[in-house]
DNA sequence: CACGCGTGGGC
DNA sequence: TGCCCAAGCGT
């Protein structure tokens, strides 16, 4: 690998480069403006596996209705649930809520600023500890994202498949970034350079910072980098999901188990399709009739499709996991995507 | 360590 | 349209 003088060139290159392209970001702190934790930790796991398009909105409605992170553990579980509403990956937020509280009754309101601290909090993986150490705190750890992945495999042309050689690239990854002069910078570059430029089809190789040293674009092979393997095929599954409303004007619905899919999530009564035998009872719905058109909805590992079935019942509910809900304030509960998709095919 | 875990956008 | 994905973590 490079020497101590041409690494220390390539992360002058990448430094320079972030300098004039870095783009702004609401969580992003301005040059010479001191990084706050909180908006760090709160982005970085908002952005796990998910885009900066859609983070951007929810970042904006977290900190102006949590300032901080003592806001934040104060807050109603299932009011952080409705907030991250749509956002996905729900144990996140389970742990994000549980992590404030952690900050607040071990560190007094303060994100440690020591790694193997970090690295013990809820939600925080290898990743995020390493981004918050560096970009909060400008300590000296390269955080080791897809867009890093993808940039090194790249850079020393590495063939084999991507999960096979996970460890190594981010031995490389690190190589790159040790000692470099800036790291709360030399992190976002890092990952900026591989969502701007080095990006999965069509990297713009002529612009990018390392060019002239890119072993894979030397090949003309960079963008074929990193090889993946086959995913196998998703299995689809069918289930019913009930559209019970009452003579009020209300709906029923119901919580989800704290954990699994969906955990903690706002459901319509459902059955057959997510491996819970959560059936209700509906011997005394009158049954009004079927939406023609089915739910169909793609998660992680399965593809849905919900019939729904419209229900009339006004009669006593069955546990306190149900309950009605005035339909004009759906809006209000910690219905995930899915559950929206349903109540507008309902109500069309 | 392989798998479970959401969603909406881009092509 | 169907596939790929996007700043991973917990178990």
Not at 198 to 218: A, D, H, I, Y
Not at 225 to 246: E, F, H
């Amino acid at each position: 690998m490079e020497d101590t003088r041409s690494v220390k060139l390539l992360q002058d290159k990448l430094l320079e480069w972030y300098g004039r392209h870095r783009r702004q970001m609401p969580w992003r702190a301005e040059e010479g403006q001191s990084p706050d934790p909180y908006h760090a930790w709160l982005s970085e796991i908002m952005l796990q596996q998910t885009t900066v398009t859609a983070v951007k909105p929810y970042f904006e409605k977290f900190v102006k209705r949590w300032p901080n992170v003592r806001d934040l553990a104060q807050a109603d579980q299932d009011d952080v649930m409705h907030m991250w509403a749509g956002l996905g990956y729900y144990a996140r937020a389970r742990n994000l809520h549980k992590c404030a509280k952690v900050v607040v009754n071990e560190y007094d309101g303060h994100f440690p600023d020591d790694h193997a601290k970090l690295l013990a909090l809820p939600g925080v993986g290898p990743y995020t500890a390493a981004a918050i150490s560096s970009i909060a705190f400008n300590q000296d750890y390269t955080a080791v994202d897809g867009n890093v992945e993808r940039v090194v495999a790249r850079f020393y042309a590495v063939k084999k498949p991507l999960s096979d050689v996970k460890k190594d690239i981010k031995e490389k990854a690190e190589h790159l970034g040790r000692g470099n002069p800036s790291p709360c910078d030399f992190t976002q570059a890092f990952m900026e350079l591989g969502a701007t430029i080095c990006t999965p089809k069509s990297p713009k190789c002529v612009l990018c910072p390392w060019q002239t040293e890119c072993e894979g674009r030397k090949k003309g092979i960079a963008e074929s980098l990193p090889v993946k393997k086959a995913k196998s095929a998703k299995p689809k599954r069918d289930g019913q999901i009930y559209w019970v409303t009452n003579d009020k004007g209300q709906v029923l619905v119901r919580k989800r188990p704290a954990e699994g899919l969906l955990g903690g999530m706002i459901e319509f009564p459902s059955k057959g399709w997510d491996g819970r035998d959560q059936d209700i009872d509906h011997d005394d719905f009158q049954r009004i009739g079927l939406v023609k058109e089915k739910v169909r909805h793609v998660f992680t590992h399965f593809e849905l499709s919900l019939e729904i079935v419209k229900y009339r019942f006004s009669g006593d509910l069955p546990d306190s996991a149900y309950q009605w809900y005035k339909l004009e304030k759906l809006e209000d509960l910690a219905l995930p995507s899915v559950m929206k998709k349903v109540w507008k095919m309902a109500v069309s």
